[in-house]
């Protein structure tokens, strides 16, 4: 996993609420094996018209936010579906910030396990971003997740709180399984008590 | 201090604290389908890591498998390859995999609880929301991303944030004809997709002690449709009744010893709960979705909201976008809403409790002109135990198709699905757009309600039909 760096960049803004991970990545493209490409089929059924071309009222769509790392977006996104392929092909599409009031559960921990920051701001934080890209389209954020703020050209920079072991692993680009690994002789043990204390569960 | 059931899970299955880091937490059971699973095994053989505990793992194949011509190849090449790389992962690492030709195959969550796999107090994880399905056994049980497979695969344990917890006491009995589909489908548009986020969810009362273990899997099974890690309900006589004698229940002493422990696990009297939400059983009428959230519900004998009717401006919007892509006017009656495709399946309501109530309603009627009705058993055991209780030719007598077992319309991954601007009513979970096939509108109603509605063409409220 990439370390998580200070960047400046685009704030694309979808202003929906309850964005599901099937529409986030629709289920016909579930079916590769593989963890790349999914990129190009992000947001698939709102992107793309029937006959495969751009449709032109989808916001991503808009020249202006052509390269954006930041997407803001509304209430409860990523619910549904625990698939991954969902941050797959939203950090394959090149965002890894995520700006909302709420994710659903399975989502925001997938986020971490693919160098995504999904930010929590409160709801009048919220409106005033997307007050400020609407008055603005283009504006540059910059996001700081070492000193856990965000920086906005007319003054709606705000702080944010995230867990400090998953900021910890963002900025290292770390590996949960190999640091889990470092504690195999607790596991070990573990497994030793849990046999004694339930061995029907470990009967063949 | 009292504590909850999930405490209790939680406190007997932590690992390791080490301040500053997420807690691990062992997991007992892995289960697996071939959409989520191929990244986590090509994860551990780059990292050149094994599987920790093989026999902790139950596969199955049902997302993208075909409901029928099921003795030909799959047509689709790029499913095909899926199945045929979960069968290659599966021998390679030793897994136990119910393949398509297995007579055990079927929905992970409909074939796991067959075979008496998941106990209550275990911590069960699955690559797949509908995990919470588990939870009527009294088991911690929820969907994880595919990193999280890989990491559960090569250390058995997963670094978790403990949940708030959240009761949802549903009092009284449920009316004729109301089932736990309704109960599920009430409890969301009550609290909302997001109400449980952040929750482990414990249902108690009178209405949830009644419900049969089938009843008690579609419960839970949509508990993440409400937004929550999972959903719990407290083991009792029926959970010990269905679980003996299963295969990997436990026996002999085991059993005893296995009794006394699932018997220690309920909630104590008095245990604080963070959040706590109370239903009357009396008032769930039978449910049907209007929108494209399971949240947009109300009961048969309602109206399709107006996007004025709701206070909150997010709400309001959702609506109008909602109604436009269901092509709904506000305030029609949701027994005037005609459909096109009957589907009664899934992880939620694919069991045989939910074939018998379907075939009861269905029974002596045809399926209206236009329509078209698909019965997907859950597993290949509901559909032959469907057959020895002659339900299949209730269904195909009545114009119904009677296919092999798999996820099928639930995700449309198979190629079963609604073309554009198709409406279904679905036993399904999720009615968001494009669920069934782009453009398709879903409609998410019970067993019974949708075998009615295959029948008359229609919604119709199943207390005044037949």
């Known amino acids: 996993m990439e370390p998580y760096r200070k960047h400046e960049s685009i704030a694309a803004l979808m202003n929906r609420s309850n964005v599901d991970t099937d529409q986030i990545i629709p289920k016909q493209f579930l079916k590769r094996v593989e963890r790349s490409g999914f990129g190009a089929h992000l947001f698939h059924d709102w992107r793309f018209n029937d006959d495969g071309s751009d449709n032109a009222e989808f916001e991503l769509n808009k020249p202006v936010f052509k390269g954006a790392k930041i997407l803001v977006v509304g209430d409860n996104f990523g619910c549904g579906s625990s698939r991954e392929h969902a941050p797959w092909a939203i950090a394959d599409y090149g965002f890894n910030t995520i700006i909302s009031t709420s994710y659903a559960d399975i989502f925001y921990n997938n986020c971490f396990k693919n160098g995504i920051l999904p930010i929590k701001v409160n709801s009048q934080q919220l409106d005033s971003l997307m007050a400020e890209i609407n008055a603005n389209e283009g504006v540059r954020f910059v996001v700081d997740l070492e000193d856990k703020q965000v920086i906005t050209p007319a003054g709606n920079s705000f702080t944010f709180d995230i867990d400090p072991f998953r900021k910890g692993n963002l900025l290292s680009g770390l590996d949960d399984i190999g640091l889990t690994l470092k504690h195999l002789d607790k596991i070990g043990a573990y497994e030793e008590k849990h046999k004694k204390a339930f061995p029907w569960l470990w009967a063949q | ?466």
């Open chain 2, 1 to 466: 201090m009292k504590k909850t059931m999930y405490e209790k899970i939680w406190d007997s299955h932590l690992v390791v604290e080490v301040d500053g880091q997420a807690p691990l937490i062992y997991v007992d059971r892995h289960l697996m389908h071939e959409v989520t699973s191929p990244q986590a095994f090509e994860g551990l053989r780059l990292a050149n890591r094994k599987v920790r505990n093989p026999h902790s793992i139950l596969a199955t194949m049902d997302h993208c498998v075909p409901t029928k011509n099921r003795h030909l190849p799959i047509p689709d090449p790029i499913a095909r390859k899926q199945v045929e790389v979960m069968a290659e992962n599966c021998a390679e690492n030793g897994l136990n995999l119910y393949d398509m030709k297995n007579p055990n195959n079927g929905v992970i969550h409909v074939v796991v609880p067959e075979h008496g796999f998941v106990h209550p107090g275990m911590v069960v994880v699955c690559g797949d929301s509908h995990t919470a399905t588990h939870g009527a056994f009294g088991a911690l049980a929820f969907g994880i991303g595919t990193s999280e497979v890989e990491h559960v695969m090569a250390t058995q344990t997963l670094p978790q944030q403990k949940s708030k917890t959240m009761l949802v006491q549903v009092n009284g009995k449920l009316p004729k004809y109301s089932s736990a589909k309704d109960i599920a489908l009430a409890i969301i548009g009550k609290i909302g997709t997001a109400g449980g986020t952040g929750h482990v969810i414990e249902y108690a009362g009178e209405a949830i002690k009644l419900l049969s273990m089938e009843g008690r899997m579609t419960l839970c099974n949509m508990a993440i449709e409400a937004g929550a890690r999972a959903g719990l309900v407290a083991p009792d006589e029926k959970t010990y009744e269905y679980l003996k004698g299963k295969e990997f229940a436990p026996k002999g002493t085991q059993w005893d010893q296995a009794l006394a422990y699932w018997q220690s696990l309920p909630s104590e009297e008095g245990a604080a709960f963070d959040a706590i939400v109370e239903l009357d059983a009396a008032d769930i009428a039978p449910q049907v979705s209007w929108g494209t959230s399971p949240e947009q519900v109300v009961g048969v004998d309602g109206c399709v909201p107006a996007p004025e009717s709701f206070d909150n401006e997010g709400k309001r919007k959702a609506c109008e976008s909602a109604l436009a892509y269901m092509g709904l006017t506000a305030n029609t009656k949701m027994t005037d809403i005609s459909v096109d495709l009957v589907f009664i399946g899934s992880c939620t309501n694919g069991r045989i409790e939910d074939f018998r109530i379907a075939a009861e309603v269905t029974k002596g009627t045809k399926v209206a002109k236009g329509v078209k009705a698909i019965a997907v058993p859950g597993s290949y055991h509901v559909k032959h135990q469907a057959e020895d209780e002659g339900l299949d030719k209730i269904f195909i007598e009545a114009g119904w198709e009677w296919r092999d077992p798999g996820c099928s319309m639930c995700l449309a991954m198979n190629g079963d699905e609604l073309t554009k601007g198709q409406r279904s009513a679905s036993t399904s979970n999720r009615n968001f757009e494009g669920r069934q096939g782009k453009g398709g509108r879903t409609h998410l109603v019970s067993p019974a309600m949708a075998a009615a509605a295959a029948a008359a063409g229609h919604f119709v409220d199943i207390r005044n039909f037949g």
